[in-house]
Nanobody, 119 residues
Framework: AQLVESGGGVVPPGGSLRLSCAAS????????MRWYRQAPGKEREWVAI????????TYAGSVKGRFTISRDNAKNTVYLQMNSLKPEDTAVYYC?????????????WGQGTRVTVSS
């Protein structure tokens, strides 16, 4: 199983970026997908979740109204549209696939993509 994030970069405050996460090696449409981020010197934190079918989305309070998570199950890809970016959004962003199983859970992580918000 593999998750590959892309789309990170340097953007000024108020700018936008769209992150993508391409999945392979597992049945994508059976997994909830999540974006996490880890800022320098801080613990990894959850940002957004989208259900396996895409009909349920949830956001952390710090990004609600600015970020949008979506998925295309035909393309095995999940996205994170980030608008009105702030310096405090600077972090490495990670994609995560998760599902519950009879044995517990299955989860996969990407390698991360760096987002820097700076003028």
């Amino acid at each position: 199983a593999q998750l590959v994030e892309s789309g990170g970069g340097v953007v000024p405050p108020g700018g936008s970026l769209r992150l993508s996460c391409a999945a392979s090696g597992f049945t994508f449409n059976r997994y909830d997908m999540r974006w996490y981020r880890q800022a320098p010197g801080k613990e990894r934190e959850w940002v957004a979740i989208i259900s396996s079918t895409g009909n349920i989305v949830t956001y952390a309070g710090s990004v609600k109204g600015r970020f949008t998570i979506s998925r295309d199950n035909a393309k095995n890809t999940v996205y994170l549209q980030m608008n009105s970016l702030k310096p405090e959004d600077t972090a490495v962003y990670y994609c995560n696939a998760w599902r519950s199983t009879s044995a517990g859970q299955e989860t996969y992580w990407g390698q991360g993509t760096r987002v820097t918000v700076s003028s």
